[in-house]
């Protein structure tokens, strides 16, 4: 790929930073009503607690440090002001380390718990221009903000230990469980974290040319940007239910959304007066998180951006369950409305 390097300079100069920005500024509202209910599942988190102690992060950071490159001011110059640069965009303190491993597969991912640390592969490092890597690792960034880090750790480990407990079948049930639970909150994950991104390199151009390489597109010569993201339209809008089902069966066991359906989502947002909002500075701080982490707040967001995706959507099984999905809201609101009558009533 090719780098506009007259564009770079005015991203560089005009690009803003958000001091004690919250992820909950930007946060999809899918990953936080998932966060939300994970935290809320009985068991979830004792488990996801005691594996945690099975595998001290030590080894890995020292696993990385052994087979990778770790990036600094001698060691990928370029990379490592990237890597400053986005951590003070999003006003990280404490700057997570970055390592390069060798893997011609193009990915990137940020584990640990007590010191997170991010690594690219050499894959995705000789693929994208300079504005496109800026753009993953401050994806990168937001799981680190966002504490994601520690949930995704959490799930590599649960997949390796799957297969130990695979001849307990309860053991196994329960597991595959809550690895279920996981891969339904990482997916959603990461559309909050392509908004870090985004905020990081402030070029959505940049973020788009991310996602075309990721789904195929090694020569953007060759690719036509509006029959890209029609594709994401005709996959988001089947008409027969058979689909609608292969769909579900598809991302059951996906880590990410698909490259197609994420840089539409992401360029949606771009073009949204949320997005335009946080750029002029008017966005949640870190220091007003502990008074509006409410879950209930948490869940109707999450529910109405699930409804509105649904409603948007001429999917018959999306338009079936949202149909059904607002029947039961509504039975339940009557329910719950009735309950409060009584209560009051009854002066409790």
């Known amino acids: 790929m090719t780098e506009n390097q007259g564009a770079d300079e005015v991203s560089r100069s005009t690009r803003v930073r958000f001091p004690r920005i919250s992820p909950r500024a930007y946060e999809h509202p899918a990953?936080?009503?998932a966060m939300a209910t994970l935290r809320a599942v009985p068991g979830v988190g004792d488990v996801l607690k005691g594996v945690a102690g099975l595998f001290p992060e030590r080894g890995e950071r020292l696993m990385a440090l052994a087979s990778a490159i770790r990036v600094g001011e001698k060691q990928y110059p370029r990379i490592n002001q990237m890597r400053v640069e986005c951590a003070e965009t999003l006003d990280i303190e404490r700057v997570p380390n970055v390592f390069v491993a060798r893997d011609p597969v193009a990915n990137a991912?940020?584990?640990?718990?007590?010191?997170?640390?991010?690594?690219?592969?050499?894959?995705?490092?000789?693929?994208?221009?300079?504005?496109?890597?800026?753009?993953?690792?401050?994806?990168e960034m937001g799981h680190?903000?966002?504490?994601?880090?520690?949930?995704?750790?959490?799930?590599?480990?649960?997949?390796?230990?799957?297969?130990?407990?695979?001849?307990?079948?309860?053991?196994?049930?329960?597991?595959?469980?809550?690895?279920?639970?996981?891969?339904?909150?990482?997916?959603?994950?990461?559309?909050?974290?392509?908004?870090?991104?985004?905020?990081?390199?402030?070029?959505?151009?940049?973020?788009l040319r991310t996602h075309v390489y990721l789904a195929g597109g090694t020569d953007l010569s060759?690719?036509?940007?509006?029959?890209?993201?029609?594709?994401?339209?005709?996959?988001?809008?089947?008409?027969?239910?058979?689909?609608s089902i292969h769909k579900l069966r598809n991302v059951e066991t996906m880590g990410h959304p698909f490259a197609v359906v994420r840089a539409a989502q992401l360029q949606r947002w771009a073009a949204s007066e949320e997005y335009r909002e946080i750029l002029t500075g008017t966005y949640q701080r870190r220091d007003d998180d502990s008074g509006s982490a409410n879950f209930t707040d948490d869940l109707r967001s999450a529910a109405k951006s699930y409804k509105d995706s649904m409603a948007n959507s001429t999917d018959p099984l999306m338009k079936i369950l949202s149909d059904v999905g607002g029947a039961v809201t509504d039975a339940a609101g009557k329910v719950f409305s009735r309950f409060g009558t009584s209560r009051d009533s009854n002066g409790t």
Request: proline residues 3%; hydrophobic residues 50%; contains cysteine.
């Open 222 to 243: 060759q690719i036509d940007i509006p029959s890209f993201l029609q594709q994401a339209s005709e996959y988001e809008n089947v008409d027969d239910v058979r689909d």
């Open 31 to 33: 990953d936080r009503g």
């Open 144 to 207: 680190v903000l966002s504490g994601h880090a520690v949930l995704r750790t959490l799930l590599i480990r649960l997949l390796n230990l799957q297969q130990t407990v695979a001849f307990v079948p309860m053991g196994a049930l329960g597991l595959r469980a809550v690895i279920a639970a996981l891969r339904e909150w990482f997916r959603k994950a990461e559309l909050t974290c392509d908004r870090a991104g985004l905020l990081c390199g402030q070029d959505p151009a940049a973020a």
């Open 109 to 139: 991912m940020t584990i640990g718990i007590d010191e997170p640390f991010i690594v690219l592969t050499t894959g995705l490092v000789e693929a994208l221009d300079t504005e496109s890597l800026r753009f993953v690792i401050g994806h």
